[in-house]
T-cell receptor, first 111, second 114 residues
Framework: KQEVTQIPAALSVPEGENLVLNCSFT??????LQWFRQDPGKGLTSLLL?????REQTSGRLNASLDKSSGRSTLYIAASQPGDSATYLC??????????FGKGTRLSVIA | DGGITQSPKYLFRKEGQNVTLSCEQN?????MYWYRQDPGQGLRLIYY???????QKGDIAEGYSVSREKKESFPLTVTSAQKNPTAFYLC?????????????FGAGSRLTVL
């Protein structure tokens, strides 16, 4: 069964710093991996989707990478801003089951 | 605008009562999902449906029931058999099939048992 782990569980950084969020998974036979953002008490917003054949995807200040052989994905946020404060979740599609989610990393960017 | 509508946003229930959470989408998506979110637990799958009149249990289906009579609608009933129903419930939808399954989420429904 696919297991997804996100480390750290929480992270606090000063505004302007570049940062990396980590996601690891146990089964490398995946179809795709997604990164989501969740604001407190809200639904999830998809940020980036990486197909299994891709190595990375970029959107603005966000860059997500995928290394299936090592079972890892990273979300890089450049020049962080207070508006980036949220919980970031990764989720994987594999096998015949719907998305499996990690528990998320709660990010606080301090002005 | 296309999207997913969940209602109600907040719901209070007395112990022993069944409640139904609504989820409607106008994205023409074939697949719909219900997730439960608890603090520190991430999202856990309750039920999902890939086609009308068919649905499958997820990891934590006990105490819940669903129906999929229309493509646009996937209501979730939290029954009195669910021992700890207080949680944040999220509905999502996607196109069916593999490869480009981007999930669209609703804004969520927060259920509190009094």
């Amino acid at each position: 069964k696919q297991e997804v782990t996100q480390i750290p569980a929480a992270l606090s950084v000063p505004e302007g710093e570049n940062l990396v969020l980590n996601c690891s998974f146990t089964d490398s036979a995946i179809y795709n991996l997604q990164w989501f953002r969740q604001d407190p008490g809200k639904g999830l917003t998809s940020l980036l989707l990486i197909q299994s054949s891709q190595r990375e995807q970029t959107s603005g200040r966000l860059n997500a990478s995928l290394d299936k052989s090592s079972g890892r994905s990273t979300l890089y946020i450049a020049a962080s801003q207070p508006g980036d404060s949220a919980t970031y979740l990764c989720a994987l599609l594999s096998g015949n089951t719907p998305l499996v989610f990690g528990k998320g990393t709660r990010l606080s960017v301090i002005a | 605008d296309g999207g997913i509508t969940q209602s109600p946003k907040y719901l209070f229930r007395k112990e022993g009562q069944n409640v139904t959470l609504s989820c409607e989408q106008n994205l023409n998506h074939d697949a719909m999902y219900w997730y439960r979110q608890d603090p520190g637990q991430g999202l856990r799958l309750i039920y999902y449906s890939q086609i009308v009149n068919d649905f499958q249990k997820g990891d934590i289906a006990e105490g819940y029931s669903v129906s999929r009579e229309k493509k646009e609608s996937f209501p979730l009933t939290v029954t009195s058999a669910q021992k700890n129903p207080t949680a944040f419930y999220l509905c999502a939808s996607s196109i069916a099939g593999r490869g480009a399954n981007v999930l669209t989420f609703g804004a969520g429904s927060r259920l509190t048992v009094l």
